[in-house]
């Protein structure tokens, strides 16, 4: 649902994160989707970027709680993505508006 929010616009995002928002996965990454489950993890990625956030049931207005953190995180990953640069690992991942591809496959091609 928050992953959706993103891919519908409803976040407000700075015009060099838009492009990103048709990448941004969010995964439940718990045993259960129960708020009140003893170990929940939200796992918020873009690409081969991502974080984990853990959360404990008795957060007051834990949902709220877990939007924010996932709009947080990807404004995150969004400057990390940013700062890629072509000397440091992952340089051969660019991000297409239409697909994803390897833009080093395509210099060799």
Do not use: W
Not at 33 to 55: A, C, F, H, M, P
């Amino acid at each position: 649902m928050i992953e959706d929010s993103f891919h519908t616009g409803k976040y407000r995002v700075e015009d060099q994160q838009k492009n990103f928002t048709d990448f941004v996965e969010v995964i439940n990454r718990s045993n259960t989707e129960d708020l009140k489950s003893s170990d929940i993890k939200i796992e918020v990625r873009i690409q081969n970027l991502y974080t984990v956030n853990n959360y404990v049931p008795n957060i007051q207005h834990l949902p709220g709680v877990i939007e924010m953190d996932v709009l947080d995180s990807f404004k995150m990953l969004c400057r990390r993505s940013a700062r890629v640069g072509s000397d440091k690992p992952g340089d051969d991942i660019a991000l297409s508006k239409e697909t994803l591809h390897y833009s080093k496959a395509q210099k060799n091609s």
